[in-house]
């Protein structure tokens, strides 16, 4: 153990967060490489002006060169500029799904939690619902229902896009809940609550203050796979033709794509996957670090 | 004498701070399939005693006898089952939420336990001043924050530990930090519930004689809940027994000590080794383990595992009755004796 450190009397909590961050060398990695990675699919098209649907038969399925640095897949059309529009696209739904599962989740969970009786067990009830329902009939039944009607008021893209986050977030909560739940079931009847209780604090200062921070951890890393989840579920509905269209490139469109040509155009498959491959990871070892960070108790 | 069960301690009533009255907690005990309510655990079975202002009563007892649930219940951490507790003449137990938030103000608690009584991941500062922004007691940042360092003094912490975590202290001074937490409200009346029981010995006499410092400064009352007989003789005033959800004695701290009127008291005292090398005593070993608390034992509580039992305590529950002044007790060897 190392001892303690007394710190100068003017740095404030998120300073010190951040101080424990940095010290955290996986997470510190991670965040560059997430950030990079971000930097580059919102800057990324400006710079690299190939169109990302320009069909070129003479460039079929050529192998990375300076031309293509990712190569061409089987219409000849840039891998390299589909990737960085279709990561927009693909980081985002990842994003959103996960805020909205975490959010759902917390918040089912923080109730039954509290609350105990009647509404704790409906609210148990309704996630072991969920986590029985089977999901891909029901996502199709869903997507079939909602399509149209979404596209007509936000149009096409937007309309998409939010349908399918709400829908893989919507799936993706039950998880969440359980864990705030249990985390909560325990934190409730700690001494440090109790305290707070008598010191007259409201159930609403109890939870925002005493319970829900202590209860966070694990939640953190569950939201960071969550955002992984969400990434691969889009590939796989965009697979099955239910997510954004066909031409809309996202990471796991392009993967998909690539596996009927793996043996002789393996680097089709390969960009995509590292690159959901590097996401995921990065976005996992900032959960890791944010987790740490938070956590006083440990000596960074 | 006085036998009236109403007023146990005619010499304090003129003012009590505090009047606990038959207070009972039974806790249900769910089993079966469809979680029936198939039995209760009698945690607090009709406790009643009195709190003189300025005073401290020691309030002691095996594991499990329902003094911590009792101190809970008085500042409603457990909503009581049934009973009164009042408060400088109000009942608290039918208080509102807003009441009741407000009288926080005047009841607070010290808690065993400094590891889990303190949040992680709040800062002392934080955690000593929280009591100041639920109750809006201070107006500024500055006073605020001086208001802290102040409280942080007088349980002989200094400022500058204002912005440290709790992990970083010892078990000693994070009992400090709960102990000024409890008092940021100017509170009257502190339940301690066994404030020592988790510390070293002699960080023990620290604690203890800081909460004697602070007694006399704030005019402070308190129910200190502890098992260590000698811990509680030291600071207390008057003495409770505690026996499977019942007062089964309370006393004077040294005539109870000297004179106890209850085998439960005489065998407790006995345990208590004497800081004398080569000297004993004659312990009473008591026998068994304490009763289960779903289904006491009939008559006297204490009957199965009491060396001087009589075929009348298995069947009649002992009066709670004055011996001599101001000493309780519940025992069936009292009217033998000829007291009433």
Same mark, same amino acid.
């Not at chain 2, 009755?321 to 007790?329: D, L």
């Given at each position: 153990m190392v001892a303690p450190v007394r710190r100068a009397a003017t740095v404030s909590l998120t300073q010190d967060i951040w101080r424990r961050f940095k010290r955290h060398r996986l997470a510190l990695f991670g965040a560059v490489i997430l950030l990079v990675i971000i930097a580059g699919v919102a800057i990324g098209p400006w710079l690299w002006t190939v169109p990302i649907n320009e069909i070129d038969f003479n460039a079929r399925l050529k192998p990375p060169s300076w031309q293509h640095p990712f190569g061409t897949d089987d219409?000849?059309?840039?891998?390299?500029?589909?990737?960085?529009? +279709? +990561?927009?696209?693909?980081?985002?739904? +990842?994003?959103?799904?996960?805020?909205?599962?975490?959010?759902?989740?917390?918040?089912?969970?923080?109730?039954?939690?509290?609350s105990r009786g009647l509404v704790d067990t409906f609210l148990?009830?309704?996630?072991?619902?969920? &986590?029985?329902?089977?999901?891909?009939?029901?996502?199709? &039944?869903?997507?079939?229902?909602?399509?149209?009607? &979404? $596209?007509?008021?936000?149009?096409?893209?937007?309309?998409?896009?939010?349908?399918?986050?709400?829908?893989?977030?919507?799936?993706?909560?039950?998880?969440?809940?359980?864990?705030?739940?249990?985390?909560?079931?325990?934190?409730?009847? $700690?001494?440090?609550?109790? *305290?707070?209780?008598?010191?007259? *604090?409201?159930r609403l200062r109890q939870v925002a203050r005493h319970i829900l921070p202590n209860a966070l951890g694990p939640v953190i890393v569950a939201g960071t796979i969550d955002v992984a989840a969400a990434i691969i579920a889009e590939s796989t509905l965009s697979f099955?033709?239910?997510?954004?269209?066909p031409d809309i490139p996202t990471w796991g469109r392009v993967l998909f794509d690539a596996k009927d040509y793996l043996d002789t155009s393996p680097y089709w498959a390969l960009f995509p996957g590292t690159l959901i491959f590097l996401t995921v990871l990065s976005i996992n070892y900032i959960g890791d670090g944010l987790r740490d960070a938070l956590d006083p108790r440990r000596v960074l | 004498m006085s036998t009236a069960r109403r007023d146990p301690f005619p010499a304090l009533a003129d003012q009590p701070l505090l009047r606990v009255n038959e207070l009972v907690k039974h806790f249900p005990v769910k089993g079966g399939l469809f979680g029936r309510t198939s039995g209760s655990v009698r945690a607090v079975d009709g406790v009643s005693f009195e709190l003189a202002k300025g005073e401290t009563l020691g309030l002691v007892g095996e594991s499990g006898c329902g003094k911590s649930t009792t101190g809970r219940c008085i500042l409603r951490l457990i909503e009581p089952t049934s009973g009164e507790v009042w408060f400088e003449g109000r009942n608290v137990v +039918?208080?509102?939420?807003?009441?009741?938030?407000?009288?926080?103000?005047?009841?607070?608690?010290?808690?065993?336990?400094p590891y889990a009584s303190l949040d992680p991941r709040m800062t002392v500062g934080a955690i000593v001043g929280e009591a100041l922004v639920i109750h809006n007691l201070t107006k500024t940042e500055t006073q605020y924050r001086e208001r802290i360092v102040e409280l942080l003094e007088t349980v002989g912490l200094h400022a500058d530990h204002l912005r440290r975590y709790p992990h970083e202290f010892s078990g000693g001074q994070r009992?400090?930090?709960?102990?000024?937490?409890?008092?940021?409200?100017?509170?009257?009346?502190?339940?301690?519930?066994?404030?020592?029981?988790?510390?070293?010995?002699?960080?023990?006499?620290?604690?203890i004689n800081l909460l004697e410092d602070l007694q006399q400064k704030f005019d402070l009352t308190y129910l200190f809940i502890a098992h260590d007989l000698s811990v509680v003789e030291h600071i207390s005033d008057r003495v409770a027994v505690m026996y499977l959800g019942r007062i089964v004695e309370i006393a004077p701290a040294r005539e109870l000590y000297t004179t106890p009127r209850h085998p439960y008291t005489e065998a407790l005292l006995s345990a208590v080794p004497i800081p004398e090398p080569g000297l004993k005593r004659t312990r009473i070993r008591l026998v068994g383990d304490v009763p289960n608390p779903i289904n006491p034992p009939s008559g006297c509580?204490?009957?199965?595992?009491?060396? $001087?039992?009589?075929?009348?305590?298995?069947?009649?529950?002992?009066?709670?009755?004055?011996?001599?002044?101001?000493?309780? *007790?519940?025992?069936?060897?009292?009217?033998?004796?000829?007291?009433?």
């Open positions: 219409l000849g059309q840039d891998l390299f500029s589909r990737m960085l529009y +279709g +990561g927009r696209i693909s980081i985002a739904v +990842g994003l959103a799904a996960m805020t909205i599962a975490i959010v759902v989740g917390t918040i089912i969970g923080a109730i039954a939690g509290m148990m009830w309704l996630t072991d619902l969920f &986590l029985s329902l089977p999901q891909l009939p029901l996502l199709l &039944l869903i997507i079939y229902l909602f399509r149209d009607s &979404l $596209k007509k008021i936000v149009g096409a893209e937007t309309g998409v896009f939010i349908m399918i986050v709400v829908v893989i977030g919507g799936f993706r909560w039950m998880p969440v809940a359980r864990l705030v739940r249990a985390q909560f079931l325990s934190l409730r009847e $700690k001494e440090f609550v109790e *305290a707070a209780r008598a010191l007259g *604090a409201s099955l033709g239910l997510g954004f269209p | +039918g208080l509102g939420r807003e009441a009741m938030r407000a009288l926080c103000r005047d009841m607070q608690i010290i808690f065993q336990d009992q400090r930090i709960g102990i000024a937490r409890a008092l940021a409200v100017s509170p009257k009346l502190i339940v301690c519930d066994e404030p020592v029981s988790a510390l070293d010995v002699s960080i023990q006499a620290q604690v509580h204490f009957h199965p595992r009491c060396p $001087k039992v009589m075929e009348r305590c298995k069947t009649e529950s002992p009066a709670f009755r004055q011996v001599s002044g101001g000493h309780w *007790a519940a025992c069936h060897l009292n009217d033998s004796a000829g007291l009433t």
